[in-house]
């Protein structure tokens, strides 16, 4: 009984905390288009976009690895100093990228400060993953609560005041920091053995196993921007905006399949340990049907109220895009379904392989954006996203029911 209760209180703050911080980065959208203009609304897009896929590299293998990490020998002490590490590496990074890019000082600063924000949740999301291990999951969904609330609040406050960019970044960057350490390290240190000694051969252990999972994360994150960098080679910072307005609506359903997906770990990794294969595929299938019903039901909302919704929103005219946000919807659906197929194999550890998909696919995302958005502009970018996201869910929903049935097959024998 007690711990149904704890599963509730885990699924319901989890979908609250997801849920509200994966909607900060609409806000954000809504008030720098409104209060800054079209044209830094599209560098803001493109640059948090960025710090998205620099976020990968922050947190590395990932909260789903380090919770269904079943090496003993790996402190969270240890997952602690790998984690700074690698934020450490996504201020680097990007200060190269904007480089190569040959951005301004405005641009620059605009991608340094968005990843240094993304950097703070990359440092929250390891002891998100203590917290989880400890059936603490309900605490992780207020903490993204209260982030998220604030985090909003004060950026559109210091917006309206100040109609800086910068500053306002700054804000919600210093809130951040505050939250992060009243709130994550004082709840979760009593967890948390600092007296062990941090071996470096550990340290640097989670960068070897967990290589795979973090080049497929990084490699998916590109895949899925691979339209936006396009438009960043071949179009002007409007057409990032509108592309990046029309696409927001969509991580509403990639945010569903973090509901569905983070409560319910657990319980693949134990039909995974216990070996029913039976029950591993009537779950998944449960997963799918409700991100298919979900979907069906978000693209019949989008074609005949979504361009109005958004533009009243944004105030801008996106009538010619109604067509478009309908296809980017279902291509949302199918990567969607992908994305819970991708994590039971990350469950299962079935990494390599899914590293080779990426690799064909990140190929496929470059070639297929960059041609059809310098032939069709927008319009190119929307159907490559189409095209990438149909490829992906193709190749994971076959390869996945081949690979369960030949894993269980071999344990059977």
Not at 26 to 38: S, Y
Not at 127 to 151: A, F, T
Not at 326 to 351: C, H, K, N, P, Q
Request: with cysteine.
């Amino acid at each position: 009984m007690e711990k149904n209760i704890q599963f509730r209180k885990n699924f319901i703050w989890n979908i609250l905390g997801t849920g509200f911080n994966a909607f900060n980065s609409l806000f954000f959208m809504i008030v720098v288009t409104r209060i800054n203009g079209v044209n830094d609304a599209g560098i803001f897009t493109i640059a948090f976009s960025t710090a998205c896929i620099l976020n990968i590299i922050g947190v590395y293998a990932g909260r789903i690895y380090q919770v269904t990490d079943q090496n003993k020998g790996i402190t969270d002490k240890e997952y602690i100093i790998n984690r700074i590490i690698t934020t450490i590496l996504m201020i680097m990074l990007v200060t190269i990228f904007s480089f190569v890019k040959g951005y301004s000082v405005f641009k620059f600063t605009i991608f340094l400060l968005l990843t240094i924000y993304k950097a703070l949740e990359a440092l929250s999301d390891v002891i998100y993953g203590i917290l989880q291990k400890n059936e603490k999951l309900d605490i992780v969904g207020k903490s993204l609560l209260i982030k998220s609330i604030i985090s909003v609040c004060i950026f559109i406050i210091v917006d309206i005041i100040t109609k800086n960019i910068i500053t306002s970044i700054l804000s919600i960057i210093l809130t951040n920091i505050i939250i992060l350490l009243i709130y994550d390290i004082k709840i979760s240190r009593n967890m948390i053995d600092f007296s062990v000694k941090v071996k470096k051969e550990n340290v640097l252990q989670i960068f070897k196993s967990g290589f795979f999972t973090f080049a497929i994360a990084f490699l998916g994150m590109y895949v899925l921007n691979a339209p936006k960098y396009a438009i960043d080679s071949y179009l002007t910072e409007n057409y990032q905006t509108i592309f990046g307005i029309i696409v927001m609506p969509a991580t509403i359903i990639g945010l569903v399949a973090q509901f569905l997906i983070h409560p319910y770990l657990n319980q693949i990794l134990d039909l995974y340990k216990k070996k029913n294969l039976k029950l591993l595929n009537k779950l998944i299938l449960k997963l799918v049907i409700y991100i298919l019903v979900f979907g069906t039901i978000s693209s019949i909302l989008a074609y005949f109220l979504g361009i109005q919704v958004l533009g009243l929103i944004y105030a801008l005219d996106l009538s010619l895009y109604r067509a478009g946000l309908l296809i980017i919807i279902i291509a949302s659906t199918l990567y969607t379904i992908g994305v819970i197929y991708s994590s039971v194999l990350t469950t299962v550890r079935e990494t390599f392989p899914q590293f080779v998909i990426y690799i064909y696919m990140s190929i496929f995302a470059f070639c297929i954006s960059n041609i059809l958005t310098k032939i069709l502009d927008i319009n190119g970018a929307i159907w490559s996203y189409l095209g990438i996201m149909t490829m992906q869910f193709l190749i994971y929903i076959i390869y996945t029911n081949i690979k369960l049935k030949k894993i269980f097959q071999n344990i059977v024998e």
